[in-house]
Nanobody, 124 residues
Framework: VQLQASGGGLVQDGDSLSLSCASSGGTMNRLEMAWFRQAPGKEREFVAAIRWENGIQYYTDSVKGRFIISRDDVKDTLYLQMNSLKLEDTAVYYC??????????????????WGQGTQVTVSS
């Protein structure tokens, strides 16, 4: 499975940005999909995930109400709509995938497949 993230950029505080992650080499509906991010000097952290079988979404507290994760299994693409961006959202954003399981996993080592990362920079 290969993942290709795109959509990052430089935006201002309060703006919106949409990330995409194209999957190839496998069928995305067999995978749990998630977004992580890593700010300079910090560990990679869970941002959002979406269940393969029912589309239920999970978010880290700091992005709840602002970010929306979605997936299109026909297009094999994962999305992250980011609204009301804040300075602290600045990071490299990674999409990740793992074989589907019974529960959402938020630890990076549990994900077998990673995109290359896309930079999101929020300025004041």
């Amino acid at each position: 499975v290969q993942l290709q993230a795109s959509g990052g950029g430089l935006v201002q505080d309060g703006d919106s940005l949409s990330l995409s992650c194209a999957s190839s080499g496998g069928t995305m509906n067999r995978l749990e999909m998630a977004w992580f991010r890593q700010a300079p000097g910090k560990e990679r952290e869970f941002v959002a995930a979406i269940r393969w079988e029912n589309g239920i979404q999970y978010y880290t507290d700091s992005v709840k109400g602002r970010f929306i994760i979605s997936r299109d299994d026909v297009k094999d693409t994962l999305y992250l709509q980011m609204n009301s961006l804040k300075l602290e959202d600045t990071a490299v954003y990674y999409c990740a995938a793992k074989p589907r399981g019974t529960t959402i996993v938020k630890q990076p080592p549990s994900y077998a497949y990673w995109g290359q990362g896309t930079q999101v920079t929020v300025s004041s």
